[in-house]
């Protein structure tokens, strides 16, 4: 008779077969790697979604010394930069970006996500001092706290509705960070005022809500910004659609600043921008 363990039930004098003791072995292995794997994505998806999470975006170019370096020496650094990654994962979560080839600002950027600010700081001091990270030069780092909405849950019940709308399903490999800021007129507008043009802002997104996947930081006194735009599409044109359609709304107009730079990347394994920067 054969079990799961394959072939247990098979006992020697001393207990056990050999065999036995390896299935068990490879068994818990199996199970206690499931359960790694389950809690990380837990993990991750709870950092994405809860309130009161600091993301930080570190937009970073090459400087030009290291495309003069030989291809092997540049490959070589990369298993440093898997490292930095690694020692910090149980505390920041990771999502990278590829931006050369779209423009000609960045290479790449990397967005944080941490219960701590510190602790995206800690991995970007550790990445900055690595062997690649001695050539990189930091354009930008972003910083914002993720918070509950403040105007949505005071929407009429059918907007509540149809901003739960699903994205559509497949994978979105375009990733857009615009910076915003908002003018004092905008901060003294009673709240009525405000809940009424993000109404009018959420109406006029609605219809994009099926390609574009977004996400919001507030970063109001974190930096000479109020917000972090943050979003993931496969189309493009209707991101371009979408921001022409918000730009019509009377919200727009308190909107000092948007953007400069916009950021735009493909969502790309570590491993793929370490390649292309080894190229
Ligand atoms: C699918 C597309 C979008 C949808 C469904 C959407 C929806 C919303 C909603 C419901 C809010 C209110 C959040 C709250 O209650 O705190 C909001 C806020 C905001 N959205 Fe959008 N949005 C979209 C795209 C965009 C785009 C493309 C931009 C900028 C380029 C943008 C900029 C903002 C900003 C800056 C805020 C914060 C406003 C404030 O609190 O004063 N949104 N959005």
Redesign the pocket.
Known sequence: MRNPLGGCLKVTEAGMTRRCWISIVVLCIFLGSIATEGMAAVEREKLLTDPGVYATFAIFKMEEDWWKLDKAVRASTSESVKAVFAKHSDRVITDTYLVRGISEKADFMVRLHATDLIHNQNFLLDLMSSPLGKYLRNLQTYKGITKK?????L?PEDLKAA?KAPAEPGSKPYAIV?P?R?DAA?WNTEVEG?IQM?RE??EA??P??RT?K?K?YHTTGLDNL??I?Y?ETAHLED?NN??LA?QRVKEYRYTVH?GNPILVGTIRPLEDILEVLAR
Do not use: E, M
């Open positions: 909405p403040t105007y949505a849950a929407f901003l615009i915003v908002k905008w405000r993000l802002h959420a997104s609605v994009y809500l574009v977004r919001l109020d917000f735009t979003f991101f979408l921001v918000l948007t």
